[in-house]
């Protein structure tokens, strides 16, 4: 994907400033002891990527909405795929889905969180903005 594409850097985890730079301290999710620590700031850019304390917290509201996609799809796709399937084996698909996906969907918030907020200005090193 190129440069200044926000997909770029919520796919990629990358730094929304740069798209260059690590956003999370660990690029893998599903590391548990240290899913969601975003760094300080850019190691390529050297900018924040926490703008106020606190900051994050809407991030949740884009959980919430990304688990309720999920939640649809998986119990769509049982419903076409598998339709005589019992209502608790239909429940049990889309909480399996969601208990193994919420890693994944909780470092996705967080990225797009901050993508909504903080726009690419390319990768040239600043100080604090």
């Given at each position: ?7 770029t ?11 260059e ?8 999710p599903?590391?548990?002891s240290?899913?969601g ?7 390529v ?5 926490t703008?106020?304390p ?11 909405a ?13 419903i ?7 209502l ?11 208990i ?11 990225t797009?969180?901050?993508n ?14």
């Amino acid at each position: 994907m190129r440069k200044g594409n926000k997909l770029t850097s919520i796919l990629g985890f990358k730094c929304p400033h740069c798209h260059e730079g690590e956003f999370f301290v660990d690029r893998n999710p599903y590391h548990l002891s240290t899913v969601g620590d975003v760094l300080d700031h850019c190691p390529v850019c050297n900018r924040r990527f926490t703008p106020e304390p606190g900051f994050y917290y809407g991030g949740m509201y884009v959980s919430y909405a990304l688990a309720v996609a999920l939640f649809a799809i998986v119990y769509i796709a049982m419903i076409v795929f598998f339709p005589d399937a019992p209502l608790w084996a239909d429940a049990a698909t889309v909480i399996t889905a969601l208990i193994i996906l919420s890693p994944l969907i909780y470092a996705v918030s967080k990225t797009i969180w901050a993508n909504l907020f903080m726009h690419y200005k390319g990768p040239h090193r600043t100080g604090e903005e």
